[in-house]
T-cell receptor
């Protein structure tokens, strides 16, 4: 299958700093991307999504950037808080792909006090 | 918002027995449900796609006779791990999308299966 991978397996940030989590994908047909947060022992929690006709989307304290030219996706978390500590996954799907989501390898975000 | 309820949250079973996991969409009709397996420190791997009223579509390498999926109604899908072995111990997660796709992908809270 197609590979959706992350550059950094672990990211440590100081509380209050901004966090940037990166994701690379290889399926050029991918047209919908989602970032999920997963806490230990729980299911993935939706954070923000973006379609391929956009290159930036903002939510509350989070921003997703999409660079289709280099097939790169990033999640920016502003003013990172201890409650943001979790594993973050990017996921992608493509029109005609049967709505199947393919998940990246994940990044562990650790917020240091 | 859309809610998917997954039960049980934890189950321990003996090797050779079967275990059923339920996934219910509580406030929407789920035309499609997905089943994932997640090993520790790893990503979610899609096992199968389940459409209401039809046979599930399994991903390559997933044994359909071992992981039985039933999607008999628009609000319920079940995954049965048959003749479980210790290597089947994992975190199983379901997700669902509704008919209109308005709520995107809603995930259950997962089931921790331990086979002893």
């Amino acid at each position: 299958g197609e590979n959706v991978g992350l550059h950094l397996p672990t990211l440590s940030v100081q509380e209050g700093d901004n966090s940037i989590i990166n994701c690379a994908y290889s399926n050029s047909a991918s047209d919908y991307f989602i970032w999920y947060k997963q806490e230990s022992g729980k299911g993935p929690q939706f954070i923000i999504d973006i379609r391929s006709n956009m290159d930036k989307r903002q939510g509350q304290r989070v921003t997703v950037l999409l660079n289709k030219t280099v097939k790169h996706l990033s999640l920016q978390i502003a003013a990172t808080q201890p409650g943001d500590s979790a594993v973050y996954f990017c996921a992608e799907t493509s029109t005609g792909g049967g709505n199947k989501l393919t998940f990246g390898t994940g990044t562990q975000l650790k917020v240091e006090l | 918002g859309a809610v998917v309820s997954q039960h049980p949250s934890r189950v321990i079973c003996k090797s050779g027995t079967s275990v059923k996991i339920e996934c219910r969409s509580l406030d929407f009709q789920a035309t499609t449900m997905f089943w994932y397996r997640q090993f520790p420190k790893q990503s979610l791997m899609l096992m199968a796609t389940s459409n209401e009223g039809s046979k599930a579509t399994y991903e390559q390498g997933v044994e359909k006779d071992k992981f039985l999926i039933n999607h008999a109604s628009l609000t319920l899908s079940t995954l049965t791990v048959t003749s479980a072995h210790p290597e089947d111990s994992s975190f199983y997660i379901c997700s669902a999308i509704d008919r209109k796709g308005a709520n995107g992908y809603t995930f259950g809270s997962g089931t921790r299966l331990t086979v002893v």
